[in-house]
């Protein structure tokens, strides 16, 4: 285990990215069983959609919900499928008034904190994946492996698996929900580089920096939870990927 005044950070940060290459990978690899087995892409992005309906359903209404709370008018809210330029999909959409950018960034924060919740309760509750997280963190790899095993074994394991799936899998936000973040953060960082500059930065290190600390280790722990509910399903998608290429002569590029 890492014990260092950043070990949230450090945990936090690789579990992010890990997460996000396994996603797109495994998203990869379902529009393309989809694609093989269909052979239509407007049906495979409706089959595709449909998949991940339920997360797209709390992504979208909480953007809708936060805009109620802002008092922002939320002019269209749809769940509807569409293919963007490029390739990518567009599983849904919530259109807001103009607004302040912090309202907006709210609003646009809103499905990764939604999310991030019910995967949280999800993983701790229903699956157990949370002390299999903190196993993961100190190293304990037999331990981790033991408990990987009984897992299956809980009440009503793959509704819940399903669910935690398809909501970890749709939260993050996308590039249009990020658009009001970059001044917040620039804010936030001027603000502390001014801070540091004027001689509180010992006091931040002592005061500010252990909650910041165990926050992101909070964080790292739900990414954790998410990255292997991904690779428990990646390797069997890629693996018949290949069969039903082998099988049908066809092959898609992932």
Known sequence: MIQTPFAGL????ACLLLFLLVQRWLHSELQAILLL???????????????FFPGVLLHESSHFIAALILRVPARRFSVI?????????RMGYVETAATDPLRD?????????????VTAALGAWRLGLLPLAELAFQGQGEAFLAGLRVIPQQRDFWL????????????????????????????????????????????????IAPPVNQGLHMLALIFAISLMIHLILVMPAWLLR?????????????
Do not use: E, H
């Open 242 to 254: 290949l069969l039903i290429s082998r099988i049908t002569g066809l092959r898609v590029s992932c």
């Open 105 to 117: 960034a709210l609003i646009g924060v809103a499905p990764l904190v939604s999310g991030l919740a």
């Open 10 to 13: 450090i945990y936090f940060v």
């Open 81 to 89: 499928p569409r293919v963007l330029p490029g390739g990518k999909i």
């Open 37 to 51: 087995l269909t052979r239509k892409p407007q049906l495979t992005v409706g089959l595709f959609s449909l998949l």
């Open 160 to 207: 819940w698996f399903y669910l935690a799936f398809t909501v970890s899998s749709t939260m993050l936000p996308s590039a249009s929900d990020r658009r009001a973040w970059l001044p917040i953060i620039l804010t936030i960082g001027g603000a502390a580089l001014a801070a540091v500059m004027a001689g509180a930065g010992g006091w931040m290190l002592a005061n």
